[in-house]
């Protein structure tokens, strides 16, 4: 009884310790960030240093390759360079796109799959290692709304799976904003129901809103992934 008690206790800490297991590496000063062309991944000037493990052994770097361009990590021979698939990145604005992490641990985060970089490493080099909830809410209002990820998230009356449901959010024209009001992994939101999506219509804001909801979403996953998705183009 006693190790239950505890592990309840425990349960909303661990929760949110997996919040951030997952995240993007974001440039405080995008305008002083090197970039190899217009439409490209933000990478500081000489890439970010790469281990092997968290304080393990400094293997190469992750930078543009200079050949192609391409966010690479780069070893100690050109035979080592290795192109970083499209996942490993995630595309927030018109043109930029930023390096994803999926661990964290003793300092350093993960990327590419396979490569550690150490988190002073990412601030001294002018950038940030932040989660996906941070990320969501100092977005919500810039973009063109977040949308629920299939099959479609419940709005809930608690930040709980035994809350009142609400509405099941579906498509795009349940437009869905943070209300930066977190508990766990869970998000106090307002849902717009639109009437068509904001790129297919002259309407205003209101003239396009049927009725608007309030209510809390899961809106990171149990890996601290998104629930949710965004136009990072705009219309």
């Not at 985060?109 to 990412?122: F, I, S, T």
Request: positive net charge.
């Amino acid at each position: 009884m006693k190790k239950l008690t505890l592990f309840l206790w425990l349960l909303p800490f661990l929760v949110q310790a997996q919040t951030y297991q997952n995240g993007l590496l974001l440039p405080i000063n995008p305008e002083k960030v090197a970039s190899a062309n217009e439409f490209t991944v933000y990478l500081p000037k000489g890439g970010f240093p790469a281990y092997d493990t968290p304080n393990g052994q400094r293997i190469g770097r992750i930078d543009f390759a200079a050949h192609e361009g391409d966010v690479s990590f780069i070893g100690a021979t050109p035979q080592s360079e290795i192109t970083a698939a499209p996942e490993y990145y995630k595309q927030i604005s018109y043109s930029k796109s930023v390096l994803v992490y999926n661990a964290q641990k003793q300092g350093f985060v993960r990327v590419m799959g396979k490569y550690w970089l150490k988190a002073r490493d990412v601030q001294a080099r002018g950038f940030k290692v932040d989660n996906w909830q941070n990320f969501l809410n100092a977005k919500a209002g810039k973009l063109l709304g977040y949308y629920a990820n299939d099959p479609g998230l419940n709005l809930r009356s608690a930040p709980t799976i035994k809350g009142k449901r609400i509405k099941t959010l579906k498509g795009e024209l349940m437009q869905i904003t943070p209300l930066n009001v977190n508990q766990g992994m869970w998000a106090k939101v307002r849902v717009r129901k639109l009437k068509r999506t904001p790129c297919e219509t002259n309407l205003s804001e209101k003239e396009n809103t049927e009725y608007v909801l309030t209510g809390w979403i899961k809106i990171l996953d149990n890996d601290g992934t998104p629930n949710v998705w965004f136009y990072p183009k705009g219309c």
